[in-house]
């Protein structure tokens, strides 16, 4: 075989998956795409709006759409992959329903899970009317309803950061990075539907580590009026009137804090998908103490995994934002092609 | 509210608790303040449940509120709780029932300390020994009371005379739980339902008829405090925290608050009469004070056992609304009798007398 | 200088209480000490973390250390896992065996506890006995329990208990239990912390001119540091952030 129809298949259709799929298949080779859900696209298909340009998610999941349409890339949706083995000269790849694929060489792409936000007990998530989830108001943003769980329109909302990160009471001491821009995101978009809403972010640091996302924070603050406290949120309760009561630090202020809101939203964190964390038991592939998969090197082999012919793409090895998972799924892709070149 | 999420989190928290052979150590508070609670747990347990539950007349305080008050060290409360689990050894007991919720507190306080550090559990074990010659088993399981009367809560409500149940309404009755902050914040794998739902007196209540109140300041402190109720210049944190969950659990119209931690029933009990006095405001249905129980004295009620022999009349907000709302036939006249049944002088400015 | 910190990392509950504070303030946001005292848990643990002896030596003789209640709320959702209560008791613990306790109004309150709790312990074996909480110096005890106590025999009878008996609640402990408890306070130390109060204590009412007795509570030392507040205990600063968040609520 020559190297222009080695087969590589990737283990997941989100971001990184969809990317490394693209220039493989750019490139004359023939791609397989096992995705679990039904649709292509991962998370991004759920969102409304990126940051830090609030461009509209639909232009992302469109160009990943069109990605996927190329005569080499074979996209199988509802199969989950299971275990990856070496085989002779090759890998064998096991997928739900029992049976096995042949592959050259394969992208583990199997994203991130969200945290699940009930695990925060004292935040009552699916308990108290009202605590809701970033994603949860990210789905309010598509429906263009953003009212109470009792139809009122929001007076006041909060948004707490660091939910599921940064902590070691749920097991999660890495922090998911791209929640803070998140947040600033949804408080200028929930100014902008509801100018009578007050808004408040809760937050502990705010980490606007990418391009404009310091200037994001800013413009939340000058051109929106969004309210920032520094403090994380200890407790959240439901009252009579179906708000929520927090208590917090107003930390810079020194000094506690209550206060009632109309809605909550939780920023929940990013964590190492199920799926995948199954794949890596089964496979051998080892985990960081964030359980994230482990390359061999965190500087100049991110992608790069002990197995031979097995490369990492995305949040699978930590979170990360979308600009920079597509890098990672390009990289990765580059050096699936090196290592097919070089058998 | 959304009784599924919750639910869940009490199907994770579950704790194993024995099913039978207790020793029981005694609460300095309890007995100090709710003598009656205290013979009401042992009745249960032997009489309605059949259980074994022995009591050592040679174990003392466990020293918590020394503990807690700064004046005792960890070294010495170690010694003293080992000395507890060296009576039970010697009895031949392995499962420890607790009257206290700070003894509980610290009792698995100490458990957890000896797991991590067991040069300080040989420590333990030389200084009891040079002390008083005794040595020790660590017991298989430490259970508070109030874990106890929950696992049989069923067994119970099949035997129970009365329903925490509003007869003059139909309704179920509303009531506040109050779980002691040394149950569960400390060690939550250790209290049933963790620390933010706790479980332990829901189950009972729902068990025998009656509707759980969630309020916001339900998990705030009663405001006991050690230090900030003992000296008399503190007591003004100890009275506002009281205050603060009153305020917020009045709204609810609750029918009675009941506490597992005898320091809490009897702070709810006595800061409401404080707050009746000082600001002339009371709390409760027809501002007649809210009945603040211990949960013994709850259990007691509902498998029909005389209030006054309970001690329930010993409260500054007094249970009569209560006991009319249960259809519970109490006379007024015989709360307070002398040994001899002769009628003692009933004091006056109680709630609700 | 004593190493203050390496003192405090002896103690078991300093070593489980800190590990290092990221400022989140989760403890401080439930602290019902905080919601009354001009107190803030998280800026405590901020400072001993600094290791710095001089601002450890500082607490040690403040007001601040005096202040929690040792619910314990705070270990619950802190999510680096300390608990500012155990560095809270940890302090306590040095501040008594140094003697800076006495530097403070509330600290001067420990000697109360020692001679009230403490020598409970050793002379009943309970921390707390009946005919100690007197109605005229508990009023807040209520009419319910000066009934109680104005009939503690009757009361106790009523429900099943005898006061002193051999058996059941407030029975009497026997001396030689009495005496296995001395023998621990001795061994363990706590007998040396009890001293360690005392003397601190004594010292500090001839130094304030106020008549001590090495036994019993009716003389002016006692009396004054279970009743005195020099009103700074909740002094705010003034802070229209705060009456704004006041307003919110």
Same mark, same amino acid.
């Given at each position: 075989m020559t190297v222009m129809t080695k087969h590589?298949?990737?283990?997941?259709?989100?971001?990184?998956?969809?990317?490394?799929?693209?220039?493989?298949?750019?490139?004359?080779?023939?791609?397989?795409?096992?995705?679990?859900?039904?649709?292509?696209?991962?998370?991004?298909?759920?969102?409304?709006?990126?940051?830090?340009?609030?461009?509209?998610?639909?232009?992302?999941?469109?160009?990943?759409?069109?990605?996927?349409?190329?005569?080499?890339?074979?996209?199988?949706?509802?199969?989950?992959?299971?275990?990856?083995?070496?085989?002779?000269?090759?890998?064998?790849?096991?997928?739900?329903?029992?049976?096995?694929?042949?592959?050259?060489?394969?992208?583990?792409?199997?994203?991130?899970?969200?945290?699940?936000?009930?695990?925060?007990?004292?935040?009552?998530?699916?308990?108290?009317?009202?605590?809701?989830?970033?994603?949860?108001?990210?789905?309010?943003?598509?429906?263009?309803?953003?009212?109470?769980?009792?139809?009122?329109?929001?007076?006041?909302?909060?948004?707490?950061?660091?939910?599921?990160?940064?902590?070691?009471?749920?097991?999660?001491?890495?922090?998911?990075?791209?929640?803070?821009?998140?947040?600033?995101?949804?408080?200028?978009?929930?100014?902008?539907?509801?100018?009578?809403?007050?808004?408040?972010?809760?937050?502990?640091?705010?980490?606007?580590?990418?391009?404009?996302?310091?200037?994001?924070?800013?413009?939340?603050?000058?051109?929106?009026?969004?309210?920032?406290?520094?403090?994380?949120?200890?407790?959240?309760?439901?009252?009579?009137?179906?708000?929520?009561?927090?208590?917090?630090?107003?930390?810079?202020?020194?000094?506690?804090?209550?206060?009632?809101?109309?809605?909550?939203?939780?920023?929940?964190g990013m964590e190492m998908s199920k799926s995948g964390a199954k794949l890596a038991e089964a496979s051998g592939f080892a985990t960081g103490i964030n359980r994230f998969l482990e390359s061999t090197d965190n500087h100049y082999g991110s992608n790069m995994s002990k197995m031979k012919g097995v490369f990492y793409a995305g949040t699978c090895t930590a979170p990360m934002n979308i600009t920079d998972t597509i890098s990672h799924a390009r990289a990765a892709a580059v050096e699936a092609v090196k290592y097919l070149s070089s058998k | 509210m959304q009784l599924e999420g919750k639910k869940r989190i009490w199907a994770e928290y579950q704790k194993d608790i024995p099913d039978d052979h207790f020793f029981y150590v005694r609460s300095c508070i309890r007995q100090t303040f709710f003598a009656g609670s205290e013979q009401v747990f042992l009745k249960i347990m032997r009489d309605d449940l059949g259980k074994d539950v022995m009591e050592d007349p040679r174990h003392t305080t466990c020293t918590g509120i020394g503990y807690h008050g700064?004046?005792?060290?960890? *070294?010495?409360?170690? #010694?003293?709780?080992?000395?507890?689990?060296? /009576? =039970?050894?010697?009895?031949?007991?392995?499962?420890? %029932?607790?009257?206290?919720?700070?003894?509980?507190?610290?009792?698995? *306080?100490?458990?957890? #300390?000896?797991?991590?550090?067991?040069?300080? /559990? =040989?420590?333990?074990?030389?200084?009891?020994?040079? %002390?008083?010659?005794r040595e020790f088993d660590l017991p298989e399981s430490i259970a508070h009371a109030s874990d106890i009367i929950y696992k049989f809560r069923d067994e119970l409500a099949r035997k129970a005379k009365y329903q925490l149940y509003d007869i003059t309404t139909g309704k179920p009755l509303k009531v506040v739980e109050h779980i002691g902050c040394h149950y569960a914040k400390m060690f939550p794998k250790h209290g049933i339902g963790g620390a933010e739902f706790p479980h332990v007196l829901v189950g009972m209540i729902e068990s025998w008829g009656g509707e759980v109140i969630d309020y916001p300041e339900r998990r705030h402190c009663c405001g006991f405090g050690f230090r900030q109720y003992l000296i008399q210049a503190n007591r003004g944190y100890s009275i506002s925290a009281s205050r603060k969950k009153f305020e917020s659990m009045e709204p609810y119209k609750p029918d009675m608050i009941v506490a597992n931690c005898p320091g809490c029933a009897m702070f709810m009990d006595r800061w409401q009469y404080t707050i009746k006095e000082i600001d002339d405001v009371t709390y409760g249905g027809y501002k007649t004070g809210i009945p603040t129980l211990t949960y013994e004295e709850m259990a007691g009620l509902v498998m029909g056992y005389d209030p006054w022999e309970m001690g329930l009349q010993f409260h500054n907000v007094q249970a009569l609304p209560l006991l009319r709302k249960m259809g519970i036939k109490a006379d007024p006249d015989k709360r307070f009798l002398a040994k001899d049944g002769s009628r003692l002088p009933e004091p006056a400015n109680l709630i609700n007398s | 200088m004593e190493d203050l910190y390496a003192r405090l990392m002896t103690d078991v509950r300093f070593e489980e209480g800190l590990n290092a504070c990221m400022n989140c303030g989760v403890c401080t946001g439930i602290c019902p000490a905080a919601e009354y005292y001009n107190y803030d848990p998280r800026r405590v643990v901020d400072l001993v973390q600094t290791r710095d002896n001089n601002i450890i030596l500082e607490l040690l003789k403040s007001e601040t250390i005096w202040y929690c209640g040792q619910c314990m709320s705070c270990k619950t959702r802190c999510p680096r896992g300390n608990t500012p209560g155990l560095v809270i008791m940890a302090l306590r613990k040095v501040s008594q065996e140094l003697g800076y306790f006495t530097e403070s109004e509330k600290g001067r309150q420990q000697f109360a506890i020692k001679r009230t709790v403490g020598e409970n312990i050793l002379k009943h074996g309970y921390c707390v006995v009946s005919y100690d909480v007197d109605p005229k110096s508990h009023p807040e005890q209520g009419p319910a329990w000066e009934h109680y106590y104005n009939h503690l025999e009757d009361s106790l009878a009523r429900v099943g208990g005898e006061l002193n008996g051999k058996e059941g609640p407030t029975r009497k402990i026997s001396d030689d239990v009495l005496?296995?408890?001395?023998?621990?306070?001795?061994?363990?130390?706590?007998?040396?912390?009890?001293?360690?109060?005392?003397?601190?204590?004594?010292?500090?009412?001839?130094?304030?001119?106020?008549?001590?007795?090495?036994?019993?509570?009716?003389?002016?030392?006692?009396?004054?540091?279970?009743t005195a507040d020099n009103g700074n205990h909740q002094v705010e600063n003034e802070d229209i952030r705060r009456e704004e968040h006041a307003a919110r609520r």
């Open positions: 590589v298949i990737i283990a997941g259709g989100g971001v990184a998956g969809i990317e490394a799929a693209g220039v493989l298949a750019d490139m004359g080779h023939t791609v397989s795409i096992l995705e679990k859900e039904g649709n292509p696209g991962g998370h991004v298909s759920k969102w409304h709006a990126l940051f830090p340009d609030r461009r509209p998610a639909g232009e992302v999941t469109g160009y990943l759409g069109k990605r996927i349409e190329n005569e080499n890339i074979r996209f199988i949706a509802g199969t989950s992959v299971e275990k990856i083995e070496r085989h002779g000269g090759g890998l064998t790849v096991g997928i739900s329903g029992g049976t096995t694929l042949n592959a050259d060489a394969v992208i583990v792409a199997t994203g991130f899970d969200l945290f699940d936000a009930r695990r925060k007990e004292e935040y009552g998530y699916g308990i108290y009317d009202n605590v809701i989830t970033s994603a949860d108001l990210e789905q309010m943003f598509n429906d263009d309803r953003l009212l109470t769980s009792d139809g009122r329109v929001p007076d006041r909302i909060g948004f707490v950061h660091c939910v599921g990160s940064r902590d070691e009471k749920v097991c999660n001491e890495h922090c998911s990075k791209v929640c803070c821009v998140t947040a600033v995101k949804q408080a200028i978009e929930v100014r902008e539907k509801l100018p009578g809403c007050e808004v408040f972010c809760f937050y502990m640091d705010m980490r606007m580590f990418g391009p404009f996302y310091e200037e994001l924070y800013r413009e939340s603050q000058e051109k929106y009026n969004v309210n920032y406290i520094r403090g994380k949120v200890s407790e959240a309760s439901g009252t009579m009137k179906k708000r929520v009561a927090l208590k917090v630090e107003d930390t810079l202020a020194g000094r506690p804090l209550k206060m009632e809101v109309d809605l909550l939203v939780l920023m929940t | 700064d004046v005792v060290p960890f *070294e010495t409360i170690s #010694t003293v709780v080992a000395r507890h689990f060296a /009576l =039970a050894t010697e009895a031949g007991y392995k499962n420890i %029932a607790i009257s206290c919720v700070t003894s509980f507190g610290i009792y698995t *306080e100490i458990l957890e #300390t000896w797991k991590h550090f067991p040069d300080l /559990l =040989a420590k333990t074990r030389d200084n009891l020994f040079k %002390a008083t010659g | 005496q296995e408890l001395k023998n621990i306070f001795e061994v363990t130390g706590g007998q040396d912390l009890y001293d360690a109060i005392e003397e601190a204590s004594e010292l500090k009412a001839a130094e304030m001119n106020m008549e001590f007795k090495r036994a019993g509570r009716d003389f002016e030392y006692f009396r004054h540091v279970v």
